[in-house]
Each structure stands twice: as structure tokens, then as C-alpha cells.
């Protein structure tokens, strides 16, 4: 009960701080309200989404109305307290990474549901939390950030490789969520901190 | 049966319209033929595409040759009479509203049918209408053009709650899908005739 | 058995040829080698993808894992090896174009065992062999090359409508995808011999 709740709670600060971060890009371009609302909703659902088509299912914000509400409450917020977020920014990338470690979970577990093996469902883990990102780059006509910044999605791949890894010893599903949810959030932390990032690709 | 044959006109000439919008911006960025074919088929076929996938049902144009063929017909005409389309712009911009309008509708009764919530339906008609040309934009290497210019997709949200509220009110769904018809292409005039667009998203 | 062998060869080059092609690109835009690994799965993988996603069925590379470890093979080649690769320039050709046509015949294939007419086979053929070029330029913020190049995406369509014929002509399969393979081929060598390209539209 109380631990669905705090799932629960995590989800929703995680799509709240997806959606900003689609919005506060979007306006970075000055894109209209509808812009704003559509980069919103593409990084707080577009992963979800990509990885519900690719298992043959019902997108799952279909069944919900709650993530696109929620899109509306981040849109609100940046119309009317823009000017106060910047010295919010910590808290944000705080957000940012609790939801990206809970999707990165959520990714896994419902591909593990639909009878995927583990190395599908990290990748799927994967997509649930970075592809957004990358869709949102996408329609701002940006290079994606994920592909030459701090390790983002790699972080999702270490989490979804501890998860596995415990799995195969007989933990619990429940402690080795837990722990790939600790694991992927400190490497992000680790990797802002002290700008972490993977070696460039070399030309020629 | 005369309905149904206006339905289908009007689709047509939706269809036309919207590929001759993805070619001749494909033209302003000196692409081929090929790569204005397809920048015409993303247009025609790509917002009901991601509908249809969405809904875990085959692409509508897969079943019916006709949007494609639609598509090529367009095609010639942009090279043949490419020269003398500048001055029929209004047309073009009529039968896109006309287009606009009825893939909206068409985007709602399809998900409804699909037994999906309104809210979902509305959602649904507004990315069978406008996202098509978000592909074309993507593909063009350019900012969405609804992101921020006169008010499009909006019309399509406007358009859909109106065959919401009618619904609920009890009007026959031809009634309201008329209704809702005429709403969409009002707001779409207006927007254009006034420059009526969404505010824009302010920087910090 | 010796032909399973050599298609399986093919398939193995073609793949590792398109992921090298996703790979080199991200490399002119320094990503990193996430990105990199990224563009090239996107190339690889991305028009099967598609293809699967249409008509309704789980994508293929979800089903093996041979796509993603080739891909990382030739991300571990771009890196090891990247300076040497310049001079095997003709030898990626030659494998991008066995990839493309293979890629070409196996889309139509797998469309037509979905029950898929023959003109949708060819467009899924079409989509399979280079909508993974296409899928690499939009994430890299580039033009897609196959846009405004010598002709690539037109091979496949004229391979497929090879292939298409001879199977009106009662020629069996086997025949008709060895002949359809070489057209493919033949048109694009061609093209980049000679530098054939489609004609460009003109603005206005």
C-alpha cells in the first residue's frame, strides 16, 4: 500500500519533470503553448509509447488520462511561474532522474510481463527513459543531447544490467528493482557531477 | 449515398491538397522527385498512420491504393504545372482546411469505433490532421510549422470537443460530425484571416 | 543449405555495412559512442522495424540478437579501426548495396507472407532496404541524403517491381528475388557510377 503510493508519487514527479523539461526547450525555440504542450508530452509519453508499439500493445497513457492532465499542470507551471524555475534547477534534475530510474523499471517490467528476454527488456528499459528526450530533440530541430552530453541513457542500460544480474541470482523482483533504481540514479548523479560522458567518435 | 460520394470528394481532395503541401516544401529545399513523393505520402498518409498503429490496426493505406495513387497524381501536377500553382493558393488553402476538417472527424469515429474514451478520440483526430505535417517538417530538416504559427491543431481540438459536447447532448453523431466540421474550418479561416495564433512560450 | 548460407552471409554484411554507415555519420557530428552505437542500430534495424510495426507483428531484431551485437561489433570497428577505413570506401559500397537489395527482397517477403498485396510488398521492400538512412539523418539533424542524391530508395522499387513481374509471369520465387537482387544492385552501382539521380523539383 504505502510503497504503491511511493511508486505512485515518483511517476508523477517523474512525468511533471519530463514535461518541463519538453517545455522549457520548447520555449527556449519560442514555440506557441501547443508546441510547448506537444514537446511536453513527447518526452514525458514518448518513450512509453514507442515501447508499447513495439510490444503490441495499447499505448499506455490511452488508459490513463492522468500523464497528459499532468502535461497540462507542467504547461500551466511554466506559463505562470517561468521566471521563478531557474533556481528551482536542482530539484528538477532531481526529478528528472528519479522518473528516469522508474521508467527505466516500468520499461522492463512490462516487457518481462509480455514474455520478452532480458536483454530485450533493458533496451526496452532504455527507450521508456531516454527516448522521450530524443523525440523532444527531434521536433525542436536539435541534435540530441543524449547522443554527446553527461551518460544519460547508459545509465538506464547499467540500472536495467543490475537488475538482470540480480535477477539471475534468485533475488527478489521487488529488492532488485530497488537496487537497479539506486544504481541508475547514482551513476546520472555521478555523471553531472563530475561530467562523466562517453569518448567522442572520432572522425576518420 | 450523394453524402457518401461528398465525403469521399472531399477527402480526395483533402488528400491532394495535403500532398501537394508536403511536395512543394519539399520543392523549396531542392529534393528530388522521390523525396518530394514522400514528403507529399507524409503529409496525405502519416498523421492516420500513427493513429492506426496506435490503435494496433493496419495503416489505412495499406488497404486501399488509392492514397498513394492520389499522392502521385500530385506529384505530376507540382512538375507539369508547378509555375502556375502560386496564384491558386486560396484553393490550396481551402481544400487543406477541408482536408483538415474531415481527417479530424474521420481520426474521432475511427477511435470511438475502436471503442476508445472521447477524450482519447479527440486526440486521436487532432494528430490524423495535423501530424502529418510535423513529419514533413521533421523530414525537411525544419522546425514544426504548427508549433508556432497560426493556430491549426487547435482548431482540430476545438473541432473535436464540439462533436464531444454534442454527443453527450444526445445529437446524432451525422448531426454533430457536421458540426464539428464546420467548427474546425471556421477556426482554421479565422486563425488565418487574422493572424489569430496561441501565445508564445517566454524564455525563463 | 549452401544457399541459407549464403543469404545469412549477406544479411550479416549488409547489416554490419548499414551500422558502419550510421556509426561514420555520427562520428562527423562527434557524437559519442552511445550515439554512435544508436545511429548505427537506427540504420540497421530501423526500416525492418518499421516494416513489422505496419503490418502488425513483433520487429524482427526483437527476436534475435545478432542485429545488436553486429552493430556493436561494427561500433568496436569504428573505433579501433576508424583511420584505416577510409580507404575501404568501395568495399562498404559494395556491402551497403547487398544489404540494401537483400534488405529489398526480404521486406517484400516477409509482406507477402502477411498476405499483403504486391504494390504494398514493394513499398514495405522499399521502407525495409532505406528508411533506415532516412530514420540516421533525422537523428543526426541532417537532410536525408536519399532526398536529394544519386538514386537509392528508387532501386529497391524497381527491383521489387521486378520481382513482381516475374512473379505475374508464373516464374518461381526463388528465380524472381535472385533476378529482382540483381537489378537492385545493377541500378544502384549505376547510379553512383554515373551519377544518376532523379530530376530535382523546382521552386515556383
Redesign the interface.
Known amino acids: 500500500m504505502d510503497q504503491e503510493l511511493i511508486i505512485k508519487l515518483i511517476e508523477l514527479l517523474g512525468t511533471f519533470a519530463f514535461a518541463i523539461s519538453g517545455?522549457r526547450h520548447?520555449?527556449?525555440?519560442?514555440?506557441?503553448?501547443?508546441?510547448?504542450y506537444?514537446?511536453g508530452v513527447a518526452v514525458a509519453i514518448g518513450g512509453g509509447?514507442i515501447r508499447d508499439?513495439?510490444l503490441?500493445?495499447?499505448?499506455f497513457w490511452?488508459t490513463n488520462?492522468i500523464y497528459?492532465i499532468c502535461t497540462a499542470v507542467a504547461l500551466l507551471t511554466?506559463?505562470l511561474f517561468?521566471?521563478w524555475?531557474?533556481p528551482l534547477k536542482n530539484a528538477w534534475f532531481v526529478f528528472d532522474t528519479l522518473g528516469l530510474a522508474l521508467f527505466t523499471i516500468a520499461g522492463i517490467q512490462k516487457s518481462l510481463a509480455f514474455d520478452?528476454p532480458f536483454?530485450?527488456a533493458i533496451?526496452m528499459g532504455c527507450i521508456t527513459g531516454s527516448a522521450g528526450g530524443?523525440i523532444r530533440d527531434?521536433?525542436?530541430?536539435?541534435?540530441?543531447v543524449?547522443?554527446?552530453k553527461e551518460?544519460y541513457?547508459?545509465a538506464c542500460v547499467i540500472g536495467g544490467v543490475a537488475y538482470w544480474g540480480l535477477a539471475e541470482l534468485g533475488v527478489a523482483a521487488e529488492i532488485s528493482a530497488v537496487v537497479s533504481f539506486i544504481v541508475t540514479c547514482l551513476i546520472r548523479f555521478l555523471a553531472v557531477r563530475y561530467h562523466l560522458?562517453?569518448?567522442?567518435?572520432?572522425?576518420?
Chains 1, 2, 3 share one sequence.
Open positions: 517545455i520548447a520555449a527556449a525555440k519560442r514555440f506557441d503553448w501547443f508546441g510547448g506537444v514537446c509509447t508499439v513495439m503490441g500493445t495499447t499505448p490511452m488520462a497528459l511554466v506559463v517561468g521566471k524555475m531557474e520478452q536483454w530485450v533496451i530524443v527531434v521536433l525542436l530541430n536539435n541534435e540530441p543524449i547522443f554527446h551518460i541513457a547508459m560522458s562517453l569518448p567522442v567518435l572520432k572522425e576518420k
